[in-house]
């Protein structure tokens, strides 16, 4: 239950319809749901995932992914516990077949009932809902200690983060992650850096890092035929050239990078949205051109792109971000934004080569880079037409199909390897 959540919001927040249904639990009960399913079969008709993010704050890997998902299968996306009066389970519905679940656990409960409480809320879940045949698709490892007794035809490990390496994460992580690859039929990660740390642990690792919806961002461009989008309310008062930035205002960031640059450049105008989590807000450095606006619903993020000059990606050099691989470059990208980072690896490698993203090292090549893509001295318009193409094969869509085609390969094999052991 220790919060490693990046928070933002989604975009479906406006369109989701709340369901009141709570299960009060009496007494614990096992299910015959979680009994091992039928060898008949190798396909399954539910995918239960297990999540350290709140579906209403982070819009990015698991929302994309599972929206689709849920085009073929019932979703049930399992956040993790809030205190409540009492034991049962809340669950809202965020569209025809992806529901969104939440335990309620009684105030004061200890870490020992609390796993206990959880594997008999996910029981009731299954017998309740009729989950017979089912797909694990976990995003936290500290969720194994209360599903490992689930049998499900098929378990899959979304490695988006390195999750211990941020600050607050829970001593048993690692070993819970051990536990959790040692178990799992596949393991996806979120960039290349991760695959290159998990695929010596695994032997079926995949790497799909970061995507796009190129068309939700494309719409931000201006050109000499499109004059963008309006600019939103809590920004127009900013005088220009602005400088973005759009996430998590956290550990990752290099706060000393950010407010040297403000500091030498007093008429540069410095945007950040996002929430701060994690450090004390008072540490963000302060200067009338440094501007933190808050959270932004994701339907709303291209108007802002649209009245940036250029996007930043300051991120600090350290084991917080060895293995990220940022959303937001081709998200900039798409909205025709130039791009200027510090040298984040997965960033460097997809992106580097390209002329409209800089890799800056140091405060000057920072702010370097930033006067050459405002001036219009760097030369963005460079194949334009292949970055487009580049990126719009990013797209969440492709990766999905992707993954698809590994699920149901998986399943063959399984369901192979059931039939030859009857033989």
Not at 62 to 77: C, D, G
Not at 86 to 110: D, E, N, W
Not at 334 to 340: D, E, H, N, R, T
């Amino acid at each position: 239950m220790d919060d490693l959540r990046e928070i933002f919001v989604s975009p479906n927040k406006q369109r989701t319809e709340t369901i009141n249904v709570t299960s009060q639990l009496a007494t614990p009960a096992r299910p015959t749901a979680t009994q091992s399913p039928s060898s008949a079969t190798n396909e399954f008709d539910d995918l239960i995932c297990f999540s350290h993010l709140r579906w209403n704050f982070v819009y990015q890997r698991p929302q994309h992914l599972l929206s689709r998902a849920a085009q073929r299968w019932r979703v049930w996306y399992i956040e993790e516990p809030e205190w409540s009066d009492a034991p049962g389970l809340s669950i809202r519905s965020v569209s025809p077949r992806l529901s969104v679940v939440v335990p309620q656990l009684p105030h004061g409960t200890s870490p020992e009932q609390a796993i206990e409480l959880q594997r008999t809320l996910i029981d009731t879940l299954l017998a309740e809902q009729h989950i017979q045949q089912y797909a694990l698709w976990y995003y936290t490892p500290m969720a194994l200690p209360f599903s490992h007794h689930l049998r499900p035809q098929l378990t899959v490990y979304d490695c988006m983060d390195e999750l211990s390496a941020f600050l607050g994460a829970p001593k048993p992580l690692l070993d819970q992650e051990r536990q959790l690859m040692s178990r799992a039929d596949l393991v996806f990660t979120g960039g290349y850096s991760l695959y290159e740390a998990k695929q010596q642990r695994h032997p079926q690792v995949f790497a799909f890092p970061s995507c796009i919806d190129y068309n939700h961002f494309s719409k931000a461009r201006t050109s000499a035929t499109a004059s963008g989008l309006p600019d939103p309310a809590d920004q127009q008062a900013i005088p220009g050239p602005r400088i973005g930035y759009s996430g998590v205002i956290d550990e990752r960031l290099d706060l000393v990078l950010l407010g040297e640059l403000a500091r030498r450049n007093p008429n540069w105008q410095f945007v950040l949205l996002g929430p701060i989590v994690k450090i004390n807000p008072d540490h963000l450095p302060k200067g009338p051109n440094l501007h933190y606006l808050g959270m932004k619903a994701y339907d709303e993020l291209p108007t802002y792109f649209s009245n940036w000059q250029a996007a930043m990606m300051p991120f600090a050099i350290n084991e917080a971000t060895r293995y990220i691989s940022p959303t937001k470059t081709p998200e900039y990208l798409a909205a025709g934004l130039p791009v200027v980072s510090t040298p984040i690896r997965d960033v460097l490698r997809t992106y580097g080569a390209w002329e409209q993203v800089v890799i800056a090292d140091s405060v000057s090549a920072f702010e370097s880079g930033l006067s050459a893509m405002l001036t219009g001295s760097a030369n963005q318009d460079a194949e334009p037409a292949e970055l487009d193409r580049f990126l719009r094969d990013q797209s969440w869509d492709n990766t999905w199909q992707q993954m698809q085609r590994i699920l149901r390969s998986q399943l063959n094999s399984s369901a192979r390897q059931r039939t030859s052991s009857t033989v």
